[in-house]
């Protein structure tokens, strides 16, 4: 009883505020869309998201099937429900080759990704996937409004793996797996070596020879780090280096 008193109310609701009830099959597909539509433009995305959603479901086939799926994943995008976001933005440029919201949803794409990409102490599978897709995104739009953000996102997600390795490497110092630390810190320096961390990691290096008692190969390390055509070797790098050496041998 209750409950169908509050349907009753629900119905007379919206049709008091000019909106159709979700729950009748009979109301027009465009009628939904423009309902939709005006929930979206208010904000009201779990509402503009029901709506599309019985669009998407019963009339991908029409007209309207196109421009429903994608204020779908912009509203659950907008909500901050990634997941559900990055399914339906998938579904479109999958389903809908030739759609004029291609490029906005392929740019939605890497966004969520890049909002799911975990912190760097985490796995980074999705960071990788994130970056990935942001780097194909800029070969295929390359005069796109969102390069510079797109260039950004890189920056950041590369930054992530970077830190993730170099805590990788702080780790084994700590059990003094010496060689396992250097393979962490040579993948920062083979890999990101556009982010913050080069240096720290060729530092890391010159630390973890020194702490095997090789200080010879230390040394050989920074003066190869200091003839190298792009070499990073300041004074106050290499006094730093031979610091390191001489304290840790």
């Not at 995008?77 to 479109?92: G, Q, S, T, W």
């Not at 070596?193 to 010879?216: G, P, S, V």
């Not at 230390?218 to 003839?227: G, H, R, V, W």
Request: net charge negative; with cysteine.
């Amino acid at each position: 009883m209750i409950f169908r008193l509050i349907l009753v109310l629900s119905i007379f609701l919206l049709s008091a505020c000019g909106m159709s009830n979700p729950f009748d099959d009979n109301i027009p597909y465009k009628t939904r869309f423009d309902d939709g539509l005006s929930f979206f433009e208010e904000a009201k995305y779990v509402k503009a998201s029901q709506q599309f959603n019985i669009i998407v479901e019963r009339a991908s086939h029409t007209d309207l099937g196109d421009d429903a799926l994608f204020f779908l994943a912009e509203s659950y995008f907008l909500n901050k429900d990634y997941e559900l976001a990055l399914i339906e933005f998938e579904k479109l440029v999958s389903r809908m080759g030739f759609s004029p919201y291609i490029e906005k949803s392929r740019w939605r794409i890497c966004e969520t990704l890049m909002l799911l990409s975990p912190n760097f102490y985490h796995d980074q599978d999705s960071s990788k996937k994130a970056i990935s897709q942001i780097q194909e995104f800029l070969d295929d739009y390359p005069g796109s409004e969102h390069s510079k953000d797109a260039d950004k996102l890189i920056i950041e997600l590369r930054t992530r793996l970077a830190e993730k390795s170099m805590e990788t490497g702080k780790l084994y110092v700590k059990l003094k797996a010496y060689d396992s630390a250097i393979v962490s810190y040579e993948i920062v320096i083979n890999e990101y070596y556009d982010t913050k961390f080069f240096n720290d990691a060729n530092m890391e290096i010159i630390r973890c020879l020194a702490l095997q008692n090789k200080k010879d190969e230390a040394k050989q390390f920074l003066t190869d780090l200091e003839n190298n055509e792009q070499s990073v070797v300041t004074e106050s790098f290499k006094e730093q280096a031979l610091s390191v050496i001489k304290d840790n041998s």
